[in-house]
């Protein structure tokens, strides 16, 4: 038998060559739009880009019409804050803190200043009329006159007391009235009278005396005219110049009250300006 060679048919399907790649066409697939037809697509949304800083990256959230967004650097801490509930009321305004610096009282003005000047020549004046005084007493025992006294300790420890108690009742009056003086010029009297007795017997040395023969010294000097001169002198002088410091110490009070009444109307006026002009709207 004879081999015949048949022709394939053009008909049948070719088979793939063994190593041609087969090529298969992509199907393209319609999207389902949601849109309603007639209405524009919503534009695209870029993503936010991330802003680099130091320590945190902070990415721009995305504005929401329903929930506003909170800045702060700790992601854990962020909260969404829920708008606000419409209740028909008018807005309350929030409390304003203001701060304004408080204006200080007027100090009271002393008395004291002007009283000590007044004391101190009020004690050049003891001196000067303490020396006329001994000098005519001195003239009268001795027939003549003799300034030598006032060398002598006799002499200037009245005044020294005289000053020293004057000064001290001034200070401590202050702006008192004349009764606190008429009282004070008595002290004072008994604060020279004593206080030039005990010094002058201390300095004649008492305590080296015998007790008989102190006690006599004592005596004497207590009685001394000008011990007790001395003594009504300074009560005098105290109250009448403590008169002249008293009627000041009024002035003194008097402009006082006024400066305080004045300050105080004025922190009124103060107040009620600011309370008109930090007022909530009606």
Not at 144 to 156: Q, R, T, Y
């Amino acid at each position: 038998m004879s081999d015949t060679n048949i022709p394939a048919d053009k008909s049948t399907v070719d088979e793939p060559t063994v190593g041609e790649p087969t090529v298969v066409e992509p199907t393209v697939v319609e999207p389902i739009s949601t849109t309603p037809a007639g209405s524009e697509p919503p534009p695209l949304v870029e993503p936010a880009e991330p802003i680099a800083t130091d320590d945190v990256v902070v990415v721009p959230a995305q504005v929401s019409e329903t929930e506003p967004v909170v800045a702060t650097t700790d992601p854990a801490a962020a909260e969404t804050v829920q708008p606000p509930v419409e209740t028909g009321l008018p807005p309350v305004a929030p409390d304003r803190v203001v701060y304004v610096d408080a204006a200080q009282p007027p100090r009271k003005k002393g008395n004291r200043g002007v009283g000590v000047l007044l004391a101190i020549l009020a004690a050049i004046v003891f001196g000067a009329l303490y020396a006329v005084i001994t000098a005519i007493v001195d003239a009268s025992n001795l027939g003549a006159v003799d300034v030598a006294f006032l060398s002598k300790p006799a002499f200037w420890v009245p005044v020294l007391f005289f000053a020293v108690g004057f000064i001290l009742l001034v200070l401590i009056a202050n702006r008192a009235n004349w009764w606190a003086y008429v009282i004070g010029s008595l002290l004072v009297a008994l604060f020279v009278y004593f206080g030039s007795v005990f010094t002058l017997v201390l300095a004649n040395g008492i305590l080296a005396m015998t007790p008989a023969g102190g006690g006599i010294f004592l005596r004497s000097v207590f009685v001394s005219p000008g011990a007790i001169v001395a003594a009504l002198l300074a009560r005098e002088i105290a109250l009448w110049t403590g008169a002249a410091i008293a009627a000041r110490g009024r002035r003194v009070r008097a402009r006082n009250i006024e400066a305080r009444e004045a300050f105080e109307r004025d922190e009124a006026e103060a107040k009620a300006k600011r309370d008109a002009a930090y007022a909530p709207p009606a």
